[in-house]
Each structure stands twice: as C-alpha cells, then as structure tokens.
C-alpha cells in the first residue's frame, strides 16, 4: 500500500481539504489532514481510522494524525491576531528574534523574544517560541519541528508543538500557507495554536 493510496482514500472524506502521509520503511509514520472548520478534528480522525480499515484493510493508530483547520470567512474572534513584525539581530554566534503581534480587538501589541543558535534549522524554531513568550503561557511548551509540505499543488508550513498540562504531554499543530515569507509563515502556524492556549 502506497502513501499515494493512503492520501486518496483520507482526501474523500468530507471536510477534508487535502492531506500529507510521510512513510517510514512501507508503513505511515505521519498523517497531516488540513480541514476546513465543517466539522470536529475528532470526527475527522475517527473517520480516517474507520476508512483505513475499510478500504484498505490496515488499523491506524490514531496518534499519528494530526489534524489543522483554516478559518473560513472574512473575519473571526479567532483570526483577531496579527504578526505585524519579525526582527532578527545577531548576537555574536547567537540570534535573537523579536516578534511583534497586534491584537486587532483590544487594540494592544504583544512582543515576543527569543534567542539561540541562529542556525537555518534552529532559527524557524526561535521565531515560534519568540510567538509563544509573546502570549506569557503557564503550560510549558515546546516547538519540536517545522517542516514545508506541499498539499494539493500549495505550499503550506506545519509546526509541531508539545504542550504540557498537569505532567501530561499532548501534540498540536499549526499550519499556515507559504506565501513568500517563510519565518512569518512560521510564526503564523504557531500563533493558530497559542492564541487558543492563553
């Protein structure tokens, strides 16, 4: 069974908009669904667990589907939020990264930073923990991956974060599309995720 198959039969069921499975030695690893906002995650994921079985035979094991929606409409409560910069400066051989979100309802500016290796692979990183610092957040949370994929022909950035609640661990993740800048992307990806744990 190829992940092509896999990705056909998970792009036929209702809301989803398109869909990314990433093998490792034959068998899927990860599943990213993007959505749109018709129906529950949970639903979805249920859905893809019971269409794996039935048509191809193969048992998914539910932790490896990740599942991120994109707001539809002109405006929303939770599309309030805007990142309205990203500076980043060197520090001898470290980065730091600086980013700026205005909430567009309450009219108040939140600034975010962070600093650390500014390596190409680490420094997407830094940008979303400078947007989580930004909201203050009691839970610990991490941002484990950031990753470019290409859905339906578009290129969207997926970033996986680890949030920590009463010494458990659960994953989230955010996605935005890639639409010329990617550390804004980035930064955008984590924000769909924060806004909703402060």
């Not at 930073?113 to 009691?138: C, K, Q, W, Y």
């Not at 994929?149 to 997926?158: N, P, Q, R």
Request: hydrophobic content about 40%.
């Amino acid at each position: 069974m190829s992940a092509k198959t896999l990705e056909d039969v998970i792009s036929k069921i209702s809301g989803v908009i398109s869909v990314k499975v990433i093998e490792e030695d034959g068998q899927p690893r990860e599943i990213h669904v993007i959505a749109d906002p018709s129906r529950n995650p949970k639903q979805i994921v249920r859905d893809i667990e019971t269409v794996a079985l039935a048509s191809l035979g193969m048992k998914l094991d539910r932790r490896i589907i990740s599942v991120a929606q994109l707001s539809q409409g002109k405006f929303s409560p939770s599309q309030s939020y805007e990142i309205s910069s990203i500076e980043v400066k060197s520090l001898d051989r470290k980065k730091q990264v600086r980013v700026t979100i205005n909430n567009l309802f309450e009219d108040e500016e939140l600034v975010g930073e962070s600093v650390g290796a500014g390596t190409s692979t680490n420094l997407p990183r830094l940008v979303g923990e400078a947007v989580i610092e930004a909201f203050n957040i009691d839970s610990p949370v991490s941002v484990d991956d950031v990753q470019r994929v290409f859905l339906a022909g578009k290129e969207f950035v997926l970033v996986h974060l680890t949030v920590q609640d009463d010494e458990k661990e659960r994953a989230e993740v955010g996605v935005a599309p890639l639409e010329g800048d990617f550390l804004k992307a980035v930064a955008k990806a984590t924000l769909r995720v924060v806004k909703d744990l402060a």
